[in-house]
């Protein structure tokens, strides 16, 4: 059993900023990449950002300069720290994990989302 819970998200005006956590707890062995995607209206699932177990990250282009991806080990949890946000940032955001489990089973798990909305 392992869940991950998505916290932070709000409304803020645009040039603001907001930092999105998602804490992962449950029968963890391992914690290999994690991530953050985004799905806004009438649009696909996209990803945001994200950091491989080495710490490695990766950003779409729409908001590198602007948002940074971390993780503490220690606490299962990765962040999402969104600098100079802009009105298109409007979207759920989903946190992602790929975790192998005490009993050996690499699987992918999605947090429940969580709303952020930047006003203009």
């Known amino acids: 059993q392992v869940q991950l819970v998505e916290s932070g998200g709000g409304l803020v005006q645009a040039g603001g900023s907001l930092r999105l956590s998602c804490a992962a707890s449950?029968?963890?062995?391992?914690?290999?990449?994690m991530g953050w995607y985004r799905q806004a209206p009438g649009k696909q699932r996209e990803l945001v950002a994200g950091?491989?177990?080495?710490?490695?990250?990766n950003y779409a282009d729409s908001v590198k300069g602007r948002f940074t991806i971390s993780r503490d080990n220690a606490k299962n949890t990765v962040y999402l720290q969104m600098n100079s946000v802009k009105p298109e940032d409007t979207a759920i955001y989903y946190c992602?994990?790929?975790?192998?489990?005490?009993?050996?089973?690499?699987?992918?798990?999605w947090g429940q989302g969580t709303k952020v909305t930047v006003s203009s």
């Open positions: 950091i491989s177990s080495s710490g490695s990250a």
């Open positions: 449950g029968s963890i062995f391992s914690i290999n990449k």
């Open positions: 992602n994990a790929r975790i192998l489990t005490i009993e050996l089973v690499t699987t992918d798990y």
